[in-house]
């Protein structure tokens, strides 16, 4: 979609309006918090926003937090309420990055490395 001062792809609504006007989710997820859906019964899709149910689809494979908010164009604040209401549902999984005594994961950062090389 075109808009008059010549912006595409615009939204029709408002961030906001998809978390109930909530800018904070329950608990702190970090932007590399990893996410994947959990298993759901095709009849329950119905009963899901759009928003939620484009968040199980990509997350079949295991996703960020970061990616999941660039994927569907919302702000991370968004996505952050979005994938924590779901997790609080059991929809969706949250694999938080295990830190070894201060030193990074590593499997993480190989996938972080991996996916700025596919950019």
């Known amino acids: 979609?075109?808009?008059g001062d010549g912006a595409e792809d615009e939204p029709l609504f408002r961030p906001y309006a998809v978390t109930g006007g909530r800018a904070e989710p329950s608990?702190?997820?970090a932007m590399e918090t990893l996410v994947s859906s959990a298993p759901i019964m095709s009849d329950d899709l119905?009963?899901?926003t759009p928003e939620q149910e484009a968040i199980i689809m990509?997350?079949?494979s295991v996703r960020s937090v970061a990616e999941i908010s660039a994927l569907l164009r919302v702000p991370l604040g968004v996505a952050r309420v979005l994938i924590a209401d779901m997790a609080d549902e059991g929809l969706v999984r949250l694999h938080l990055p295990r830190l070894n005594q201060g030193q990074p994961?590593?499997?993480l950062l190989e996938r972080v490395l991996s996916g700025l090389r596919r950019l």
Do not use: R
């Open 1 to 3: 979609m075109l808009g």
């Open 27 to 29: 608990y702190h997820l």
């Open 46 to 48: 119905s009963l899901l």
């Open 58 to 60: 990509m997350c079949h």
């Open 105 to 107: 994961d590593h499997n």
